[in-house]
T-cell receptor
Framework: LAKTTQPISMDSYEGQEVNITCSHNNIATNDYITWYQQFPSQGPRFIIQGYKTKVTNEVASLFIPADRKSSTLSLPRVSLSDTAVYYCLVETSGTYKYIFGTGTRLKVLA | GAGVSQSPRYKVAKRGQDVALRCDPISGHVSLFWYQQALGQGPEFLTYFQNEAQLDKSGLPSDRFFAERPEGSVSTLKIQRTQQEDSAVYLC?????????????FGQGTRLTVV
């Protein structure tokens, strides 16, 4: 299972774009990259998943370079309610064991 | 229900007491997971069910921990003779099936405090 490394914490201001980068140097061919968001006293919530290049949904974008050794979660125009912990996971297709790291604590300031 | 439901939300147990934590997954979800989350840490895998079959219990920290899903829907995580180090949030998640493009839906968790 590929290990991920991401910053422990980040601060941002309302209205800014936030980019959180995750390193996964030993990602395998069958691995997908998934990001989860967790608010205090809540379970993690799926944000986005991708395999390569760029994926966009109504919440975020995920950028994955050609070598796939890193990925960047982009949150456009954050608000105070985006303050949460964001986890980067590498999932192997066909397996089930989600490995969470310590995540990135994002604090959005007014 | 619309999401994964866990009960109780909070549980205080005296050291040595047995506890049972319940998880109601989303109807029709084949996969069910239990995770343990210590304060300030990410969730850590405990065990995985596919329908009623427990396919992986490698994350259970000791033989005091036991999980079951007898009819392939509701699951119970039981902790016997609780210890202070068992204090954590226990999260349950379910998904249609594991693998690519499957999203795991988590419950709000049960916060266990052992005193």
């Amino acid at each position: 299972l590929a290990k991920t490394t991401q910053p422990i914490s980040m601060d941002s201001y309302e209205g800014q774009e936030v980019n959180i980068t995750c390193s996964h140097n030993n990602i395998a061919t069958n691995d997908y990259i998934t990001w989860y968001q967790q608010f205090p006293s809540q379970g993690p919530r799926f944000i986005i998943q991708g395999y390569k290049t760029k994926v966009t949904n109504e919440v975020a974008s995920l950028f994955i370079p050609a070598d796939r050794k890193s990925s960047t979660l982009s949150l456009p125009r954050v608000s105070l309610s985006d303050t949460a912990v964001y986890y980067c996971l590498v999932e192997t297709s066909g397996t089930y064991k989600y490995i969470f790291g310590t995540g990135t604590r994002l604090k959005v300031l007014a | 229900g619309a999401g994964v439901s866990q009960s109780p939300r909070y549980k205080v147990a005296k050291r040595g007491q047995d506890v049972a934590l319940r998880c109601d997954p989303i109807s029709g979800h084949v996969s069910l997971f239990w995770y343990q989350q210590a304060l300030g840490q990410g969730p850590e895998f405990l065990t995985y069910f596919q329908n009623e079959a427990q396919l992986d219990k490698s994350g259970l920290p000791s033989d005091r921990f036991f999980a079951e899903r007898p009819e392939g829907s509701v699951s119970t995580l039981k902790i016997q003779r609780t210890q202070q180090e068992d204090s954590a949030v226990y999260l349950c998640a379910s998904s249609l099936l594991s693998g690519e493009n499957t999203e795991a839906f988590f419950g709000q968790g049960t916060r266990l405090t052992v005193v």
